[in-house]
């Protein structure tokens, strides 16, 4: 059923179809020698939203560790092993099959907990950013599916495990100033534990559907501010916009507070973005800080009437994930303004 609703979904919004199908603008009449359209892909810097034309992009739909996976004719997906600290450690990756001449952007996917690598490269439609924006998506795996965000009561093995990722990327082809972050859920709380302990090697941070932890707040000492940006649901019943002491989550008002201070930002502007889907009954409002002397740009989507979702992604069971914005689009046109 997941599948099938990605798959629809891919096919209205990109009109996609399945591998072996006939692209358009490339077949020529009879004896005529029409050269082939070029691909053009756009994302709305205000949403994220991807749009192309000419050629319809192909697909193929390999079960990859037990998960259907949407794979573009131009990009190559695999699963690879590491050994850190002793412990086997896994992660999957999406990247454009041409070699290119200059080492690639790195978008690192944190999934949630108690799901797979596999399963974030559905829910976020990362796969046609790949292709059309050329950089690589990475998708590690936590130890039992769970990481160890919060350092009041777990070891740093998940911050070690992705610096070593990182480094093999990098030896892979991978461009070491251009490494970017993103989560959802617990993958977002682990997002933020690596914005205080892995900043050296990470240029941004886009964390989804988590406030930050007290006990990460207590110690949380980057090496180097970094830009960030939050995606949060006023709606959301497991990390609630509001916070829940008894689970050590802050506010969404006091988690932008403690960065901003962090940041140096001085005030704020509030937009409201245009509505596109008015069935899902959500609205969204960017916040921007301003005057941030620290580590460049500090945001937050507020999503009212959003659940614990993705927006835009494949996460409809949680609440409303709405369809105004995309957070995978966003997380790479907001990153990949940033280098170390």
């Given at each position: 059923?997941?599948?099938?609703?990605?798959?629809?979904?891919?096919t209205?919004?990109?009109?996609?179809?399945l591998?072996?199908?006939?692209?358009?603008?490339?077949?020529?009449?009879?004896?005529?020698?029409?050269p082939?359209?070029?691909?053009?892909?756009?994302?709305?810097?205000?949403?994220?939203?991807?749009?192309?034309?000419?050629?319809?992009?192909?697909?193929?739909?390999?079960?990859?560790?037990?998960?259907?996976v949407?794979?573009?004719?131009?990009?190559t997906?695999?699963?690879?092993?590491?050994?850190?600290?002793?412990v086997?450690?896994?992660?999957?990756?999406?990247?454009?099959?041409?070699?290119?001449?200059?080492?690639?952007?790195l978008?690192?996917?944190?999934?949630?907990?108690?799901?797979?690598?596999?399963?974030?490269a559905?829910l976020?439609g990362?796969?046609?950013?790949?292709?059309?924006?050329?950089f690589?998506?990475?998708?590690?795996?936590?130890v039992?599916?769970?990481w160890?965000?919060?350092?009041?009561?777990?070891?740093?093995?998940?911050?070690?495990?992705?610096?070593?990722?990182?480094?093999?990327?990098?030896?892979?082809?991978?461009?070491a100033?251009?490494?970017?972050?993103?989560g959802y859920?617990?993958?977002?709380?682990?997002t933020?534990?690596?914005?205080?302990?892995?900043?050296?090697?990470?240029a941004?941070?886009?964390?989804?559907?988590?406030?930050?932890?007290?006990?990460l707040?207590?110690v949380?000492?980057p090496?180097?501010?970094?830009?960030k940006?939050?995606?949060?649901?006023?709606?959301?019943?497991i990390v609630?916009?509001?916070?829940w002491?008894?689970?050590s989550?802050?506010s969404?008002?006091?988690?932008?507070?403690?960065w901003?201070?962090?940041?140096?930002?001085?005030?704020?502007?509030?937009?409201?973005?245009?509505?596109?889907?008015?069935?899902?009954?959500?609205?969204?409002?960017?916040?921007?800080?301003?005057g941030?002397?620290a580590?460049?740009?500090l945001?937050?989507?507020?999503?009212?009437?959003?659940?614990?979702?993705?927006?835009?992604?494949?996460?409809?069971?949680?609440?409303?994930?709405?369809?105004?914005?995309?957070?995978?689009?966003?997380?790479?046109?907001?990153?990949?303004?940033?280098?170390?």
């Amino acid at each position: 059923m997941k599948t099938y609703y990605w798959m629809k979904k891919l096919t209205a919004a990109l009109g996609v179809v399945l591998a072996g199908a006939i692209l358009p603008g490339t077949a020529a009449a009879a004896g005529t020698t029409a050269p082939p359209k070029a691909l053009v892909a756009n994302i709305a810097p205000a949403t994220g939203i991807l749009t192309t034309s000419g050629p319809t992009i192909l697909y193929t739909f390999p079960k990859i560790n037990g998960t259907v996976v949407g794979v573009p004719n131009g990009t190559t997906a695999y699963v690879a092993t590491m050994v850190v600290g002793g412990v086997t450690r896994t992660y999957f990756v999406i990247r454009p099959t041409a070699t290119a001449t200059a080492p690639a952007p790195l978008l690192l996917l944190l999934h949630p907990n108690g799901t797979s690598p596999e399963s974030m490269a559905d829910l976020t439609g990362v796969a046609p950013y790949v292709l059309t924006q050329g950089f690589w998506a990475v998708m590690p795996a936590a130890v039992n599916g769970k990481w160890g965000d919060d350092p009041s009561n777990s070891t740093d093995a998940d911050v070690q495990f992705i610096s070593a990722l990182i480094d093999t990327l990098v030896a892979d082809g991978v461009d070491a100033t251009r490494v970017y972050a993103a989560g959802y859920s617990n993958g977002a709380f682990m997002t933020e534990r690596l914005a205080c302990e892995l900043s050296n090697k990470i240029a941004a941070f886009s964390i989804d559907a988590a406030t930050l932890r007290t006990g990460l707040e207590s110690v949380c000492s980057p090496a180097v501010q970094r830009p960030k940006q939050y995606f949060l649901g006023t709606a959301d019943s497991i990390v609630p916009y509001d916070g829940w002491p008894i689970a050590s989550m802050l506010s969404a008002t006091a988690t932008m507070s403690f960065w901003a201070s962090q940041q140096g930002c001085g005030g704020t502007v509030a937009t409201t973005l245009p509505s596109l889907v008015a069935k899902d009954k959500t609205s969204v409002q960017l916040t921007d800080y301003t005057g941030c002397t620290a580590g460049g740009d500090l945001r937050l989507y507020t999503v009212y009437g959003g659940g614990h979702a993705w927006p835009d992604g494949m996460t409809q069971m949680i609440g409303v994930t709405t369809q105004d914005i995309n957070a995978t689009g966003l997380a790479w046109s907001f990153s990949s303004q940033y280098h170390l």
